[in-house]
């Protein structure tokens, strides 16, 4: 039977469709409904997910800075919003070795004072957003991912198809065929997070990035433990840096003491490394090893893991936001603050404004193919666009000079200068440009887990319960099926056997000796990180069925 055709499906009528039930998203769609009970007007709205439910795939720290949702919601206390453990208390350190940590006096480091902020489960408060969102009826649609972009004859954005359900792993019909569904809006709004498969299409088509930086990216590991009670300091925040890094590569790793006796562990690497030997998997294993963390960990269990690649390139990198038709808004467009290692309100508030900037085009009249190029101008006038151009030059700076030095030099501005001094840094060269050949780079020998503190891949993804359909056609895909073997293996020793944090891609050998690259695509945590760091831009990471991939409880 031959693969379904954009003939079969049906298609549904909205105002407005949003992609992606993440902060910015749900945040979108809870304000766009709120003013339009305010106003008396009627505004279909309608919130697609590929996650089997809303949080299933999202993935942060969190320490949360409220002042988003302080806007949306004023009374998110009362109305039980999941922000229950206030932070008591910053530490900043600098490992110098396995057993050693320097602390580093608050005063030096300003993008780490979180008094006021919430240590939170950012999948919960996105599961809280999307009550509040269908409580004023929005329609919210998990297990549906956005496949396709839908255009109208004169090149605007129509609305998005869903993916077929039920192909096999050849591209043909089974049993359980289930044709996608299109869904139209007068408005599209693209809130998938970091590396968006339908935001990355939109950005090269209408040529959003145009004169600007390349984006940036890091790779963001996070495990929960429960500790021993004894142990635990609810509201404790602790951010590292250094030990074990590799040479030239800053990375940055946090601990977040949660509520009932529970800790999060993170460990961030940027993709700019250039040691193609480096596995930051077994880096962020490594680190847990430090004295400073371990003697927290020890007698405690490990309950989950996830991997998702964040995005870190700044002003200097964020594309034009809007296009005929439709908007980007959260991570598909970049809106974390890297410096301060927040994104979450950064999101929430960049969905507000996208809000506000649709209210007002479908109050006048909007059809949908115009360029609502008054969201840029809202968004510049915002305190969000304020806040990332004070922090502008901070991810700059870091690939520039390191961590140590960086740090100092954004003390100096930020302390100082608060952010005002008069240039803009600039950061040209591609996160998938920065390998270096693999016999010019040091090898790296990482210890094996010890099961109790640090552990193996496959392990760890078992604890992220992902899961995916095995025979459907593979998500991830191949420009070229030569250059893993023909060019990534003799070049770089074919670092997505490193990179990639689920054990998705394989160096193996048949019977006969000859090497094959194999793709496990049923462990693919949706991290992304295969399509930011392939050096020849060779993999493709597209939508699988809905409901495929993580599903994270409380991360």
């Not at 008396?40 to 089997?52: A, L, M, N, P, Y």
């Not at 935001?199 to 145009?210: A, R, S, T």
């Not at 009249?365 to 901070?394: I, M, P």
């Not at 008069?422 to 099961?451: C, F, G, Q, R």
Request: with cysteine; glycine share 10%; hydrophobic share 35%.
């Amino acid at each position: 039977m031959k693969r379904g055709l954009a003939l079969d499906r049906e298609s549904m009528e909205f105002d407005v469709v949003i992609v992606g039930a993440g902060p910015a998203g749900l945040s979108t769609a809870c304000k766009l409904a709120q003013l339009a009970a305010e106003n008396d007007k009627e505004i279909t709205i309608c919130v697609v997910e590929k996650g089997s439910e809303v949080g299933a795939h999202i993935l942060s720290g969190a320490v949360l800075d409220p002042k988003a949702i302080n806007e949306l919601f004023p009374d998110w206390k009362e109305q039980g919003a999941p922000l229950n453990v206030p932070v008591s208390e910053d530490q900043v350190m600098f490992m110098l070795g396995q057993k050693t940590a320097l602390k580093v006096p608050l005063l030096f480091t300003p993008g780490f004072h979180n008094h006021g902020n919430y240590v939170i489960s950012l999948g919960n408060v996105c599961r809280w957003l999307a009550e509040q969102a269908e409580g004023m009826g929005v329609e919210i649609y998990p297990g549906f991912a956005a496949a396709e972009v839908l255009y109208h004859d004169d090149g605007s954005v129509k609305g998005i198809a869903t993916g077929d359900m039920g192909l096999s792993e050849a591209g043909e019909q089974k049993d359980s065929y289930m044709p996608g569904m299109e869904l139209h809006a007068k408005y599209t709004v693209f809130s998938e997070g970091c590396r968006g498969h339908l935001g990355k299409q939109l950005i090269e088509k209408f040529e959003l990035d145009k004169g600007k930086d390349p984006q940036h990216y890091g790779l963001g590991f996070k495990e929960i433990w429960e500790i021993d009670p004894a142990k635990h300091k609810p509201g404790l925040v602790v951010h590292t840096m250094g030990w074990p890094a590799a040479k030239n590569t800053t990375s940055g790793s946090y601990m977040y003491h949660n509520d009932n006796n529970q800790v999060s562990l993170g460990y961030v690497v940027p993709l700019s490394y250039e040691n193609p030997h480096l596995s930051p998997f077994d880096e962020f294993q490594q680190w847990k090893q430090h004295s400073a963390i371990k003697d927290y960990l020890e007698g405690g269990k490990r309950i989950t893991y996830g991997a998702r690649a964040l995005i870190k390139g700044g002003p200097q990198s964020r594309p034009k936001m809007s296009f005929p038709g439709g908007l980007l808004v959260g991570d598909d467009a970049g809106t974390l603050n890297f410096a301060r290692i927040k994104g979450s309100h950064t999101a929430m508030k960049s969905g507000l404004i996208a809000a506000e900037t649709l209210y007002a085009a479908l109050s006048s009249g909007g059809e949908g193919h115009d360029d609502l190029v008054d969201y840029a101008e809202n968004f510049n006038q915002s305190w969000l666009n304020q806040e990332l151009t004070k922090w502008r030059n901070f991810g700059p700076l870091v690939h520039k000079f390191g961590g140590l030095i960086a740090g100092g030099l954004a003390f100096i501005e930020m302390g100082i200068f608060k952010g005002k001094l008069p240039w803009t840094l600039s950061d040209s060269k591609p996160d998938h440009d920065t390998l270096k050949p693999a016999d010019k780079m040091p090898v790296i020998e990482y210890p094996k887990p010890d099961n109790k503190i640090s552990f193996d891949k496959l392990s760890s993804v078992f604890l992220s319960n992902t899961n995916h359909e095995e025979d459907q056609p593979c998500h991830l895909t191949l420009r070229d099926n030569d250059i893993p073997l023909n060019h990534n293996l003799p070049l770089y020793n074919e670092p997505a056997q490193r990179y990639c944090p689920a054990g998705v891609y394989e160096i193996v050998e048949n019977d006969a000796g000859a090497k094959q690259f194999q793709i496990n695509s049923q462990n693919c945590v949706h991290c992304k990180t295969c399509d930011i760091k392939d050096p020849t831009q060779n993999i493709v990471w597209i939508t699988p069925e809905g409901t495929g991939g993580p599903n994270y409880p409380n991360m």
